[in-house]
Nanobody
């Protein structure tokens, strides 16, 4: 089993900043990608940012220049620094890791953390 746990969501005013953190734990042999997705009620979950084990990052166009993803491979953690937040960033943010557990690579998801951007 692989457990993924997020923390750091909350309420922030437009223009403010938040940091989301995520840690993977449990029985796995390796992780090759970690990332963040978000979902608004009634809409599909969308990719926010990902980072590979080698450090290659990928961002949604809507967050480029405002969000920064980083990872600590020794601790199996990933962080999302969110700056210049906008009301449209309001969503439940989910951490996702792709881990090798047992006999195959599989995606594992956290429970999600709410981010609300409002004045």
């Amino acid at each position: 089993q692989v457990q993924v746990a997020e923390s750091g969501g909350g309420l922030v005013q437009p223009g403010g900043s938040l940091r989301l953190s995520c840690a993977a734990s449990g029985n796995f042999q390796a992780i090759n990608v970690m990332g963040w997705h978000r979902q608004v009620p009634g809409k599909q979950r969308e990719l926010v940012a990902t980072i590979t084990k080698s450090g290659t990052t990928n961002y949604a166009n809507s967050v480029k220049g405002r969000f920064t993803i980083s990872a600590d491979n020794t601790k199996n953690t990933v962080t999302l620094e969110m700056n210049s937040l906008k009301p449209e960033d309001t969503a439940v943010y989910y951490c996702n890791v792709r881990a090798f557990s047992g006999d195959d690579w599989r995606p594992y998801w956290g429970q999600g953390t709410q981010v609300t951007v409002s004045s």
